[in-house]
């Protein structure tokens, strides 16, 4: 007997797609038909099963993907915790910008994680920096400077379905976050992964795990991302306080550069869009236009 059922790729190995369904984690082998079509199931991919109690079941369509992104490749990522380090390597907020744009033109939701600022105790750079992440709280922007807070508040933060990934500049610290909120969602609730008859010669490539209603990708993240498909004139829309006040510009597709009555540059104006967040819109522009937007951090 064999029924269908829907679920989320939680891991593959050897060929092998382990899909948590409502009724548990079920091991499927995907269709020839994948290759004909030159599709291939991702870890977060939506997808339909077969389920056959007494043989195989099998992995038969894949859900429309809302992206697919990372190294390795997770569908469907939801939400993205941005490690971004105060120093070693050094704050910058042009990197900051380049992120949030990705995500944000990926239709990804970001909360942005402060690493290392205990290298940076009671001096005058520790402040600046929590002044600057101050304004990207205001516009929307979850942010922790401590990652024992994260870990406490992650489970509640993550909704049914969701998926949530690391991502940051090399060295900013996303393994040793991720390993420190493994150990304390393993402290809260006894086990964090399904362990299903593992093989030993197997290579996981990356794993989800259950957090919250939904799920976190065991992989350190990822650090590189390429902007280079954006568009000139969809800049502006992936700067989110840009795209909020635009609808109060006089012009659509306005671009907040020399349009008159423009809404963005009344608030930079008056003090409310943060300079250096302007500074690198025009940047960008810049760099789209001359065909030098490159993947950033390689
Ligand atoms: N003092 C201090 N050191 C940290 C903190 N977070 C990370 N580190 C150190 O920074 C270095 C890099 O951290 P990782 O967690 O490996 O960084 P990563 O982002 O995973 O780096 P990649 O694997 O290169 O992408 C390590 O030596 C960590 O021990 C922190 O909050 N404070
Ligand atoms: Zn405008």
């Known amino acids: 007997m064999t029924r269908q059922a829907e679920g989320t790729v939680t891991g593959l190995i050897a060929g092998y797609y382990d899909v948590q369904t409502s009724e548990g984690l079920i091991r499927t082998r995907a269709r020839g038909v994948f290759r004909q079509k030159k599709q291939k199931p991702a870890v977060g991919d939506h997808v339909e099963i077969q389920i056959d109690d ?3 079941s099998y992995l038969v369509k894949i859900l429309p993907r809302l992206n697919r992104i990372g190294r390795p490749a997770v569908a469907n990522v939801s939400h993205v915790l941005l490690v971004i380090s105060a120093v070693q390597p050094d704050f910058s907020v ?3 910008d380049r992120f949030l744009n990705f995500f944000s033109w990926q239709k990804v939701q970001v909360t942005i994680y402060l690493s290392k600022g205990d290298l940076l105790k009671n001096s005058d750079k520790l402040g600046q920096i929590k002044e600057i992440l101050a304004y990207y709280e205001k516009i929307g922007y979850p942010v922790y400077d401590d990652a024992t807070k994260l870990a406490a508040d992650l489970p509640n933060l993550i909704a049914a379905g969701q998926i949530w990934t690391l991502a940051g500049q090399s060295g900013a610290g996303k393994s040793t976050l991720l390993n420190k909120l493994k150990k304390d969602a393993n402290q809260a609730t006894g086990e964090i992964s399904q362990v299903l008859n593992r093989g030993k010669h197997t290579t996981r490539q990356v794993q989800l795990f ?6 976190l990708a065991d992989t350190p993240g990822f650090s590189s991302i390429d902007l280079t498909p954006i568009k000139l004139n969809e800049l502006c829309n992936y700067f989110i306080e840009f795209k909020k006040a635009s609808s109060k ?4 597709g306005c671009q907040h550069l020399k349009e008159p009555a423009c809404e963005v540059k009344r608030l930079l104006a008056a003090g409310e869009i ?3 967040r302007y500074d ?3 940047a960008m522009r810049t760099e789209i236009s001359e065909g030098r937007l490159p993947e950033y951090l390689k």
């Open 274 to 276: 943060l300079p250096a």
């Open 94 to 96: 042009a990197l900051l």
């Open 54 to 56: 007494q043989g195989m």
């Open 280 to 282: 690198d819109y025009l």
């Open 249 to 252: 510009c006089k012009f659509r």
């Open 210 to 215: 259950k957090m919250g209603q939904g799920f």
